[in-house]
């Protein structure tokens, strides 16, 4: 027997009122994008479950994919029977002896959506009991907390039969916050900020900051595939590459050395809040983590966060290096993360940046630079890119015609 599709439970998301359809448009629109992988695969939400099916792809390869989206409490694979008593005894039966091994305690929870069917559940639970007893004498029925438990349904086109709950990963639909603008790097924080701005629910869109010929293509390519991985927890997610080279090299030749890192950062955060603006966003996500560098200390963040008051959301702020590392290897980010690919903060950073700018001094040196006319052409020349759960072999080959040009 083959399992034909998962059947996924929403759990807590059915309590959540009048937003219930939103929550669920969203978390099918998810799943069908992180499962886009998968061309077989079709997938079904109806008010209360939702269906994937599976025509022949590998159930297991499914699972793993479903257990990293976001807003699925749990899901269990399942058989598709005929709807006839015969054919569910068979069917009951067989899986029974392929799972039960000496000492296991069972028991059938049967519902029907399906009225008409000729046996309510109760009778169901009893029939199908019966079936499994005459294939195998000795196992026991256990009401409270069996071993397995046979989950039948009766539904309009079909029975479905389960045995097997997988958890899924909790935490909300990605959509259902709204928007926020994630600064992602290369490195090793952002993309995890990332990850945990998704699992509450927040769309995010990738901002990055390339400096070309300074940073290579492979350092772009880097910050995609990261964007790729994040895409597995809730579906597509908008790239927005910056032009940034011409404000690195303006603060580089008009402001002292010292200063670069925080006028850099700065830039940065006034770009990020005007592409927020403009794209509808109401937050900007990134990667600072305190104490980690010289550019997150308690001063710095003051200095770089005067520049707006959209609030800005720190999800790895509190983190040890060490706590990061460890979600960005469950996450599958860690060994993009660490490609030796040159960001532009790094080819620019000074060797001993300023731990306690002053906002003061800071604003000064800003008068030396055209900042508006700077941010206005940063955001004007943005290359905005929709990364997918696949792969798109043209994307490399837009990236080869780019450098040959
Ligand atoms: P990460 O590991 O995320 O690169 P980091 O520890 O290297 O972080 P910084 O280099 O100080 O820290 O960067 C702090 C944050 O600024 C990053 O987490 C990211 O959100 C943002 N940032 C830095 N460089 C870029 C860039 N090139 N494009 C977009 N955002 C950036
Ligand atoms: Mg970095």
Known sequence: MQYSEIMIRYGELSTKGKNRMRFINKLRKNIQEALAIYPEVTVYFDRDRGHVYLHGADY??????????????????????????????????????????EGMTFKVAARRSDHSFELDSRDLNQVLGDAVFDV?????????????????????????ISHEEIRGAGGL??????????????????????????KRGVDIEAVHFASPPYTSPGALKKAQDLTRKLTA?????????????????EIKEKAPEAYLMTLTRRFMMRITDRIREERGGLVIINGESLGQVASQTMESMQAINAVTNTPVIRPVVTMDKLEIIEIAEKIDTFNISIQPFEDCCTIFAPDRPKTNPKIKNVEQYEQRLDVEGLVERAVAGVRILEI?????????LSRLIDNLL
Request: charge should be negative; charged fraction near 25%.
């Open 233 to 249: 927890f809730g579906g597509n997610i908008t790239f927005i590459e910056v032009p940034f080279t011409e404000i690195q090299e």
């Open 60 to 101: 297991q390869e499914v699972s793993e994919s479903l257990k990293k989206i976001f807003g699925i409490q749990n899901f269990a694979p399942s058989y598709r029977i005929e709807k006839t008593v015969p054919a569910l005894k068979e069917a009951v039966q067989t899986i029974m002896q392929n799972i039960y091994k």
């Open 173 to 198: 639909p990605v959509g259902t916050a709204g928007k926020g603008m994630l600064m992602l790097s290369g490195g090793i924080d952002s993309p995890v900020a990332g990850y945990l701005a998704l």
């Open 136 to 160: 195998l004498p000795n196992v026991q029925v256990q009401m409270k907390k069996p071993d397995i438990t046979l989950r039948v349904e009766i539904r309009s086109d079909a029975a479905y």
């Open 388 to 396: 997918t759960a696949l792969e798109d072999e043209s994307d490399d």
